[in-house]
């Protein structure tokens, strides 16, 4: 026996904050249905197939060479697709909207420094936080998963965060924020708020989004990501809107060359192409939607969702019925508060899948 055999975690000299914590842990488990990290569905066409891979070959006689380290032409496309008069110095993009949270935490954050969000809501926020050495503190959402903005208003009176979390629509349970809410959190919040857009384009018609509130509010971040509505989670592409001083901030902290030629092209290449990738966001919420009525058809408890997945309970074992589920060859998430379950809105044969194994399994 040597002597790494008996070796462990616990035996590293880790910092102590990180000692005893899980890892981010949304099981990839290879089964004929897989609807539980909330990804789109649809791959692209066989036509957008070949232009990305002309424009992999196109950048591969130049890699040797460093990519743009500043991304300019990314971050100028993205500004054009998001509107609102936005310019690329008012974007800034990295390797998924989790890197973008985690260049805000190392800017914003940091020792001695506290983030708050709503809790129940995106797990990676506050692992992010703890990565950065910010205290995270848990407010918490009403009991139909909104915000109740005098509240949210208290907590942060209470706790001075460096760095408030708003998630809209929020995960796992599909809340959108009124814009109010979201105003009024601005505010009131001595410092940074990052509004977490991720599942901003799945969101019922007429939901406006954080962007419109950015002219008169410095402080304001609103992240986006391309892992979502854009079909392209494999690329990485993460980004975000916020005044020019903020990416100043965020260059501070970033990695020489974070984005590589290959995802910068890729990620271009997607958003010239956004009619053809975004062509499945109708019919996403209107499974969605479907899936709501269903479920509730049912007698079960749904959360109203603005996202594409749903939230729904409630189950006394809900272990039993993910286990199920998953016996079926259908996987789905096992997150947000005791007894609910969330199922990411797939293909309609994904949905048919779902919904047979679902009444077995009740
Ligand atoms: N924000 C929210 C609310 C999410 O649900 C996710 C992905 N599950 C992310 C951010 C991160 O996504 P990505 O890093 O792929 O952009």
Not at 47 to 61: K, T
Not at 101 to 119: M, N, Y
Not at 239 to 258: D, G, T
Request: charged share 20%; aromatic share 6%; hydrophobic share 45%.
């Amino acid at each position: 026996m040597t002597a790494s055999d008996a070796f462990s975690l616990a035996d590293l000299p880790i910092r102590s904050d990180l000692r005893g914590r899980e890892p981010y842990g949304a099981p990839q488990i290879d089964v004929p249905v897989r609807l539980n990290t909330n990804e789109n569905p649809y791959g692209p066409s066989p036509s957008l197939v070949e232009d990305l891979a002309r424009v992999v070959r196109e950048n591969a006689a130049g890699l040797n060479r460093y990519p743009d380290r500043d991304a300019m032409a990314l971050r100028a496309d993205l500004a054009a697709y998001l509107g609102h008069g936005l310019t690329a110095e008012q974007v800034w993009a990295a390797n998924g909207s989790n890197e973008v949270i985690q260049q805000i935490l190392q800017a914003f954050g940091g020792p001695g420094r506290c983030a708050l969000g709503f809790e129940p809501s995106y797990s990676m926020h506050p692992i992010l936080a703890t990565g950065a050495a910010t205290e995270w503190i848990a407010g918490a959402r009403e009991e139909d998963f909104g915000i109740d903005p005098a509240k949210a208003v208290a907590a942060i009176e209470e706790h001075r965060p460096d760095v408030v979390f708003l998630t809209s629509p929020n995960n796992p349970t599909g809340t959108a924020l009124a814009p109010e809410t979201i105003a009024a959190i601005v505010a009131a919040a001595p410092g940074m708020v990052v509004v977490d857009e991720a599942y901003f384009e799945f969101a019922r018609t007429g939901t406006p989004s954080a962007l419109t509130l950015l002219p008169d509010h410095p402080r304001l971040i609103v992240t986006r990501t391309m892992s979502k509505a854009f079909a392209m989670a494999g690329t990485r592409l993460g980004y975000l809107a916020a005044h020019p001083a903020v990416i100043e901030a965020l260059l501070l902290v970033r990695l020489p060359y974070h984005l590589s030629t290959l995802t910068q092209a890729v990620a271009r290449t997607a958003l010239a192409h956004r009619q053809e990738l975004l062509g499945t966001v109708d019919r996403l919420r209107a499974e969605r939607d479907a899936t709501v009525d269903w479920l509730r058809g049912r007698g079960l408890k749904v959360a109203d969702s603005d996202a594409n997945f749903v939230l729904f309970g409630h189950f006394p074992n809900r272990r039993a019925v993910w286990e199920g589920l998953l016996e079926r060859g259908v996987l789905i998430r096992e997150v947000g508060p005791p007894g609910w379950l969330r199922v990411s809105i797939g293909t309609p044969e994904e949905m048919a899948a779902f919904k047979a194994a679902l009444e077995e399994v009740l």
